[in-house]
């Protein structure tokens, strides 16, 4: 079963503000973690990734945050515009080995113009 | 342009036919997956390859059978076994095997059984 997780399954933002998407984790071997952007009938798009010897990483417009200790990890999406309206996915590593990346259920982000 | 193909884009299957879905990538990667997307319920592991003639089963593979004879294509067949087949299918690809290495995805197929 998936161990990837979102606290909320839709979020909608006014144009401009800032867009908070949560996932959390519960395999504490986990140690490597992905976001993905879906647009609507397309494939999935990398955005960041963090390793568990982060705590923070910064992109263009994003910020991924980790907390181990709780094991729970935010996009941040900075001025967000109407092209950021997708579904966001977490993806995490860690079990073993070369298993594969195991996906949560996705947040969808609505931008208010 | 390197990229990952996956085709058709729409896909309508009768009961009871197979129907196969194509992937094809020219990007030299070595590791190639297939996953199915319903609303809801994110991305499932179906099946995955990570060199040329091996492949593992993904947590839903019943119903489903896939080939990997060349590292560039791993086509995937649903098979009249899959109960419910009507989803969206998303084909990837990555250049190494295991952490470090992110997917690099194709546009989908949507398929529909009538």
């Known amino acids: 079963g998936e161990s990837v997780g979102l606290h909320l399954p839709t979020l909608s933002v006014q144009e401009g503000d800032n867009s908070i998407i949560n996932c959390a984790y519960s395999?504490?071997?986990?140690?490597?973690f992905i976001w993905y952007k879906q647009e609507s009938g397309k494939g999935p798009q990398f955005i960041i990734d963090i390793r568990s010897n982060m705590d923070k990483r910064q992109g263009q417009r994003v910020t991924v945050l980790l907390n181990k200790t709780v094991k729970h990890l935010s996009l941040q999406i900075a001025a967000t515009q109407p092209g950021d309206s997708a579904v966001y996915f977490c993806?995490?590593?860690?079990?073993?080995?070369?298993?594969?990346?195991?996906f949560g259920k996705g947040t969808r982000l609505s931008v208010i113009a | 342009d390197g990229g990952i193909t996956q085709s058709p884009k729409y896909l309508f299957r009768k009961e009871g036919q197979n129907v196969t879905l194509s992937c094809e990538q020219n990007?030299?990667?070595?590791?190639m997956y297939w996953y199915r997307q319903d609303p809801g319920q994110g991305l499932r592991l179906i099946y995955y390859?990570?060199?040329?003639?091996?492949?593992q089963k993904g947590d839903i593979a019943e119903g489903y059978s896939v080939s990997r004879e060349k590292k560039e294509s791993f086509p995937l067949t649903v098979t009249s076994a899959q109960k419910n087949p009507t989803a969206f299918y998303l084909c990837?690809?990555?250049?190494?095997?295991?952490?470090?290495?992110?997917?690099?995805f194709g546009s989908g197929t949507r398929l529909t059984v009538v």
């Open positions: 993806a995490e590593w860690g079990f073993s080995g070369n298993t594969p990346l195991v």
């Open positions: 990007l030299n990667h070595d590791a």
């Open positions: 390859s990570q060199i040329v003639n091996d492949f």
């Open positions: 395999n504490s071997a986990s140690d490597y």
């Open positions: 990837a690809s990555q250049i190494g095997t295991g952490k470090g290495y992110g997917y690099t």
